[in-house]
């Protein structure tokens, strides 16, 4: 079993940034496939950054030379650095975890984080 705990989250005006982290708990994300995810009322839940247990990253296009997922496997955390945020990027972001699949932006990871609210005001 893997428990995550996303923080981070809150409110900024346009053009500002905000980081996220995930704390994982139960096994050491040194070898997991992790993610982040993003909902917005009404939406479907949409792949951001993904990153994989050799450190290979990949992103939404509509967050690409804007966001950064990276890892500290010393602190078993995962991170989302969010620069020039917008107000589309408003939704609840969530971080997720696979054991033995990568899943990159697809939401079929088997673990979730209870999600951190991200609104940005224009």
């Known amino acids: 079993q893997v428990q995550l705990v996303e923080s981070g989250g809150g409110s900024v005006q346009a053009g500002g940034s905000l980081s996220l982290s995930c704390a994982a708990s139960?096994?050491?994300?040194?070898?997991?496939?992790m993610g982040w995810f993003r909902q917005a009322p009404g939406t479907e839940r949409e792949g951001v950054a993904a990153i994989d247990s050799d450190g290979s990253t990949s992103y939404a296009d509509s967050v690409k030379g804007r966001f950064t997922i990276s890892k500290d496997n010393a602190k078993n955390t995962l991170y989302l650095r969010m620069n020039s945020l917008k107000p589309e990027d408003t939704a609840m972001y969530y971080c997720?975890?696979?054991?033995?699949?990568?899943?990159?932006?697809?939401?079929?990871?088997?673990?979730w984080g209870q999600g951190t609210q991200v609104t940005v005001s224009s």
């Open positions: 997720a975890a696979d054991l033995s699949d990568d899943y990159g932006l697809d939401p079929e990871y088997n673990y």
């Open positions: 139960g096994h050491t994300i040194s070898n997991l496939y």
